[in-house]
């Protein structure tokens, strides 16, 4: 495995460039921030920019817990990339990174004021540090479980991803806990006011008795208990306030609904 660096400052626009980089050399992974890419999926890692603080967004860039480091280590080691690009804010980051994973000497290593104009890097420098904004090089649906809770940007690249395959590489913006803006929590009765306004819209179901929530760092499992007319198709229209319940929540919260259950509690 031939081993490529990619080293700037934090905000310069390394995540962005990545794959234009590996276009250009025809490499097929990705080490940045603590994910494996492979050909623009996420095989495995945690995402460095999930974490609450800088302190430990570093820690697990430098893959620093034993089961992150051989959890990512292993999916390489069974991926076999041909080449890989190690990202980093310095030479000495991404040698320790490199020695983590176990991985081959560094063979070249680009740096990204070689690749980009001032313009770029400041335009880079100004959503990073102005608008809270960091860049990751993989799909908004492959970082869904990861930063449910998140808004997310998808940003398509219509250009070859490989020498040989086509199609479109997608890369998306996320605002990490630690950005300057700070964070944000959501009550329970959001929750249950999307339900009552979708289930508002579902010919068949008169009301919802109650909704029982449970968040966490992976997403939202809810319960709701609905009373439904007589006559309709109570299965089939349960299932509709699922369905479109669950994607108004995901659309507006950002939560991915991991589970959602419908009890039909009485009917009128």
């Not at 992974?29 to 999926?41: C, M, S, T, V, W």
């Amino acid at each position: 495995m031939k081993v490529y660096a990619l080293v700037g400052k934090s905000g310069t626009g390394k995540s962005y460039q990545a794959q234009n980089l590996c276009k250009e050399l025809n490499i097929e992974a990705i080490i940045d921030d603590g994910l494996f890419i492979y050909e623009n999926k996420v095989m495995a890692g945690i995402s460095a920019k999930r974490q609450a603080t800088k302190v430990g967004a570093v820690k697990t860039a430098l893959f620093t817990k034993e089961e992150h480091q051989q959890d990512v280590a292993a999916s390489v080691q069974k991926t076999k990339p041909r080449k890989i690009l190690v990202i980093g804010t310095s030479d000495e980051m991404v040698r320790r990174i490199c020695a983590r994973l176990e991985f081959p000497e560094i063979s070249e290593t680009i740096y990204i004021t070689d690749i980009t104009t001032e313009s770029e890097r400041a335009i880079a420098h100004k959503q990073r540090h102005e608008l809270g904004k960091h860049v990751i090089p993989a799909p908004a649906f492959q970082l869904k479980r990861q930063f449910s809770g998140y808004f997310m940007s998808p940003l398509l690249i219509f250009k070859e991803w490989s020498a040989n395959k086509g199609g479109v590489a997608e890369k998306s913006v996320v605002r990490p806990t630690y950005s300057y803006m700070g964070d944000y929590k959501l009550s329970d009765k959001v929750f249950s006011d999307i339900i009552e306004c979708a289930a508002a819209e579902i010919e068949g179901v008169d009301s919802v008795a109650r909704v029982l929530t449970i968040t966490a760092a992976e997403g939202v499992e809810l319960n709701a208990a609905v009373i439904m007319e007589y006559g309709c198709n109570m299965v089939l229209q349960a299932k509709k306030l699922q369905e479109e319940a669950a994607r108004q929540i995901e659309n507006m919260t950002a939560f991915s609904v991991n589970r959602f259950d419908i009890e039909i509690k009485g009917i009128k």
